[in-house]
């Protein structure tokens, strides 16, 4: 290996140590803390889930707003560095305040020190997507970038979850201030090294700034996104029933589920080189593809499970977990192809723009499955205070859980099958965007 292979992937890596620390809280954050604020601290269930609820419409209308400023920073000033170290400077207190609520606290406190959290996180996670594009412009090599950083990110999830089994004999509050304190240390030290040592990347062409809109213009970035909604759509049906199919249709313990998901996880972090080395010979997007297909023939045999089929459903958790290591390297990496066809076509200055509206295209994926299934659910009958549950309640978790996610990626491969921006296309943008500066 050359010496300038070696420093690319140091530099790789180096930029990379932020998603682990970022993934750290991920789980407490948006699992674990509102149901702490509502019984252990006592603001009540009603109260924490309209304060959460707003905290979330904040964090969606926030992302374009971030994005749009970060695209307005001068690059001399830190164009994706700045915001993330600002991000940092006020995400730090503000984990430690939301994990470390006082005696007697009103829901002023988490709605203040909330909001400063979820805005200090977009600040920082969207300039770091988007540095991606600007830090490395191989075709293949963006995917391996993106695969890193995303596989750092699990890994960190996978710690998060083994620090809470260690420190499962320790009161919640106490749990939730060493995970808030460990990931603001580990949190500065991975920031200085990445802000530091990592170049800022370069735009390979001059361009104009405009005005926040939507960019209606740009037909493959829609396309890519329309695809990344629909197969995200389609991941959060079974993530949000993951619970209720493992109690009331495989009929797991505690210990069987805890294991089920260090499978699934730890399968998607092994997943993910292999879908890199694998998009270096056949296309990103052709890759994405055969992943949902996988993961559409392995989803064909959950309806034949029954109660204690928890082996067989951990076969299915491995091979899911494969195709989420493609879910989360290559299409991140699709659409930083579809912002260097955006900056040549319209010659504008709006790549984290973009990652913002793909941004709340997860976001918003993640809140339909949540606002479709549980109502529906509950329709069918069924009742998570009950042991059993009836027939057409367990057919309608079935269905949600793993039938209707096969219909939408298949939707999603659809669309994005045939899709233009191969290898070489991008490689004739690049050069093109090369001339013009």
């Known amino acids: 290996m050359s010496a300038s292979s070696k420093s690319s992937n140091l530099r790789k890596v180096l930029y990379a140590l932020p998603a682990f620390v970022l993934a750290l809280p991920t789980i407490p954050v948006f699992v674990l803390l509102p149901t702490f604020y509502a019984e252990t601290v006592g603001l009540g269930l009603a109260t924490v889930g309209a304060v959460f609820l707003g905290l979330r419409i904040l964090d969606v209308v926030s992302d374009p707003l971030l994005g749009w400023a970060s695209d307005h920073i001068p690059q001399r ?116 090294i990445a802000l530091r040592f990592v170049p800022q990347g370069r735009l390979p062409a001059p361009a104009t700034s405009r005005a926040l809109s939507f960019p209606t213009d740009n037909k493959l970035f829609l396309r890519v996104l329309g695809a990344w909604f ?121 790549t984290a723009t973009l990652f913002s509206y793909w941004s709340m295209a997860t976001k918003l994926a993640l809140g339909l499955a949540v606002g479709t299934a549980f109502p529906a659910l509950a329709y069918f009958g069924l009742n998570q205070d009950s042991v059993q549950i009836t027939d057409s309640a367990k057919t309608a978790l079935v269905v949600i859980y793993a039938v209707i996610p096969i219909v939408l990626k298949a939707i999603a491969v659809l669309m994005m099958w045939r899709f233009p921006i191969t290898r070489r296309q991008h490689a004739a943008i690049r050069r093109a965007l090369e001339r013009r500066a």
Not at 77 to 94: E, H, Q, S, T, V
Not at 285 to 293: D, E, G, K, R
């Open 230 to 350: 629909i197969n995200g759509f389609a991941n959060g049906l079974p993530a949000v029933c993951l619970p209720l199919f493992l109690t009331y249709i495989i009929g797991a313990n505690d210990q069987d589920k805890a294991t089920l998901l260090f499978i699934y996880f730890l399968f998607a972090v092994l997943g993910i080189q292999g879908w890199v080395w694998l998009a270096k010979r056949i296309g990103k997007h052709t890759v994405w593809c055969i992943s949902m297909l996988t993961a559409c023939l392995v989803f064909a045999w959950v309806p034949m499970l029954d109660t204690g089929d928890v082996f067989a459903f951990g076969v299915i958790c491995a091979l899911t977990g494969l195709t989420l290591g493609s879910d989360l390297a290559l299409p991140p990496a699709i659409q930083a192809d579809c912002a260097d066809w955006d900056r040549l076509r319209f010659r504008q200055e709006r």
């Open 77 to 192: 000033f830190g164009k994706r560095k700045l915001p993330m170290a600002l991000g940092g400077l006020i995400g730090a207190p503000a984990l430690i305040s939301v994990f470390s609520p006082g005696p007697e606290i009103t829901a002023v406190y988490l709605v203040v020190w909330g909001a400063l959290l979820y805005l200090a996180w977009t600040a920082i996670q969207i300039p770091y997507i988007t540095w991606a594009v600007e830090l490395e412009s191989d075709y293949a090599e963006r995917a391996k970038l993106n695969g890193l950083r995303e596989g750092f990110g699990l890994l960190g999830i996978l710690s998060a979850g083994a620090a809470g089994m260690a420190l499962a004999d320790l009161p919640e509050a106490e749990r939730f201030q060493i995970i808030a304190w460990g990931t603001v240390v580990l949190g500065f030290c991975a920031f200085v």
